[in-house]
């Protein structure tokens, strides 16, 4: 369900900087990413096209959308033998767990972005959570929330303002919800130097049955 400008009547910045992070940080993290989603592309474009003319938001091109999963650490603290010892573990588990789809229909408002929810939540959290056992059993410890909403985002405030304008632009759209295939996730080596989500991928880790496909 969208929620009303009323909820969140003003969108805030969400490029300050979290700790540990400035220009030229390196960061490993699982994610799903959408680069041969056409459905996903469709509805994002839709989306783009409504937001163009709404100050404040950057806008998220088909090559940078993501569903943000499961952090490893900054790159240059991760030595590469404990990060091999990762994908190894998680593999194993992932082979366990079965493709998936993801459905997207209309977009929400946080105050730092704009973002679908993505249904059903059970296959990507059962995902990140062998994950998260995966990096538990070659560290101890793993960090960030056991709780997780499985969100893909569409646009970033870069700035404090109204939602009210936001809210306006969705209320324009009128498209049938994308589905996306999901078969695998990626090990990425994550940055936000250019106001963006940007990354190269480091490892593609196939889900289930996917496996006997490669």
Same mark, same amino acid.
Do not use: C, K
């Given at each position: +369900?969208?929620?009303? *400008?009323?909820?969140? %009547?003003? +969108?805030?910045?969400?490029?300050?900087?979290?700790?540990?992070?400035? @220009?030229?940080?390196?960061? &490993?993290? !699982?994610?799903?990413? !959408?680069?041969?989603? *056409?459905?996903?592309?469709? #509805?994002?474009?839709?989306?783009?096209? /409504?937001?163009?003319? $709404?100050?404040? &938001?950057? &806008?998220?091109?088909?090559?940078? #959308?993501? #569903?943000?999963?499961?952090? &490893?650490?900054?790159?240059?603290? /991760?030595?590469?033998?404990? $990060?091999?010892? $990762?994908?190894?573990?998680?593999?194993?588990?992932?082979?366990?767990?079965?493709? !998936?789809?993801?459905?997207?229909?209309?977009?929400?408002?946080?105050?730092?972005?704009?973002?679908?929810?993505?249904?059903?939540?059970? *296959? *990507? @959290?059962?995902?990140?959570?062998?994950?998260?056992?995966?990096?538990?059993? $070659?560290?101890?410890?793993?960090?960030? %929330?056991?709780?997780?909403?499985?969100? =893909?985002? =569409?646009?970033?405030?870069?700035?404090?303002?109204?939602?009210?304008?936001?809210?306006?632009?969705?209320?324009?759209?009128?498209?049938?919800?994308? @589905?996306?295939?999901?078969?695998?996730?990626?090990?990425?080596?994550?940055?936000?130097?250019?106001? +963006?989500?940007?990354?190269? @991928?480091?490892?593609?880790?196939?889900?289930?049955?996917?496996?006997?496909?490669?």
């Amino acid at each position: +369900m969208t929620r009303h *400008p009323d909820a969140h %009547p003003q +969108m805030a910045d969400h490029w300050w900087w979290r700790p540990g992070w400035q @220009t030229g940080t390196r960061f &490993l993290t !699982f994610h799903f990413t !959408f680069q041969d989603a *056409p459905e996903v592309h469709r #509805l994002a474009t839709a989306y783009r096209t /409504a937001l163009a003319g $709404v100050d404040g &938001l950057d &806008l998220v091109p088909d090559r940078w #959308l993501h #569903l943000t999963t499961q952090g &490893l650490g900054f790159a240059d603290t /991760a030595p590469d033998d404990e $990060v091999q010892a $990762v994908l190894a573990a998680a593999a194993s588990r992932l082979a366990a767990l079965p493709p !998936f789809d993801l459905t997207l229909h209309r977009p929400e408002i946080t105050p730092e972005a704009v973002r679908w929810e993505a249904s059903p939540a059970g *296959p *990507p @959290t059962a995902v990140r959570a062998a994950l998260r056992d995966a990096i538990r059993s $070659v560290r101890g410890t793993v960090d960030g %929330p056991e709780e997780f909403a499985p969100h =893909i985002s =569409i646009a970033y405030s870069n700035s404090a303002g109204p939602a009210a304008p936001v809210q306006a632009a969705l209320d324009t759209v009128d498209t049938p919800p994308a @589905t996306a295939h999901v078969d695998h996730v990626e090990l990425i080596v994550l940055h936000r130097d250019r106001r +963006m989500y940007q990354w190269e @991928t480091h490892t593609r880790l196939p889900l289930g049955e996917s496996r006997t496909r490669d």
